[in-house]
């Protein structure tokens, strides 16, 4: 079956301007992910949404971020007023379950360049 | 705050060598490690795994050792081909805590002909 999709590759935008990151899970997977990935921070947890759960958000670096699970699959990742410093790949990975441990597979994920 | 991994090395084989890729974590409550594969424009793939309990695991061309008395990972590609040419990263993870992925800062793997 098709693996965890992600739109656009790619985006640039210019500084102030809000964007708006979709991922597309694994279908059937309940828990989804959003990490990224940049030069001088590697990989970093961001958000991890779990079935109707409230959402693990101890990861988004300013209230700047937010992001939405409809319906329990498809994910958008906001970033509002995005700053030079936001520019990165944004990676989203989904699981089965997410009480314990499984295994995340990642999307190919959205590089962010900010003017 | 707790983390994973050393600095972004580059580890150069020739083809057919063995490679060893390490790893350092800090979250000794950690009862997951990972190792991902990371190719150019691609998101990690997932090699292998191991759980806190086990100091070895086996998988095809791949093992990964854990050392929890130094907090040590490694992983061990046998007989290594230019296809495993790629970023490894190291992941823990605490499934009690939200099961989000720690990241290590990643090895570059270079394969010569």
């Known amino acids: 079956g098709a693996g965890v999709s992600q739109s656009p590759s790619n985006k640039v935008t210019e500084k102030g301007k809000d964007v708006e990151l979709r991922c597309d899970p694994i279908?059937?997977?309940?828990?989804l992910y959003w990490y990224r990935q940049s030069l001088g921070q590697g990989l970093e947890f961001l958000i991890y949404?779990?079935?109707?759960?409230?959402?693990?958000k101890s990861g988004l670096p300013s209230d700047r971020f937010s992001a939405e699970r409809t319906g329990g699959s498809v994910s958008t990742l906001t970033i509002q007023r995005t700053q030079q410093e936001d520019s990165a790949v944004y990676l989203c990975a989904s699981s089965l379950l997410g009480r314990s441990y499984n295994e995340q597979f990642f999307g190919p994920g959205t590089r962010l360049t900010v003017l | 705050g707790e983390s994973v991994g050393l600095h972004l090395p580059t580890l150069s084989v020739q083809e057919g060598d063995n490679s060893i890729i390490n790893c350092a974590y800090s979250n000794s409550a950690s009862d997951y490690f990972i190792w991902y594969k990371q190719e150019s424009g691609k998101g990690p793939q997932f090699i292998i795994d191991i759980r806190s309990n086990m100091d070895k695991r086996q998988g095809q061309r791949v093992t990964v050792l854990l050392n929890k008395t130094v907090k040590h990972l490694s992983l061990q590609i046998a007989a290594t081909q230019p296809g495993d040419s790629a970023v490894y990263f190291c992941?823990?993870?605490?499934?009690?805590?939200?099961?989000?992925?720690?990241f290590g800062t990643g090895t570059q793997l270079k394969v010569e002909l």
């Open positions: 279908s059937g997977h309940t828990a």
């Open positions: 949404f779990q079935g109707n759960s409230a959402p693990d």
């Open positions: 992941a823990e993870i605490l499934t009690g805590g939200g099961n989000k992925l720690t």
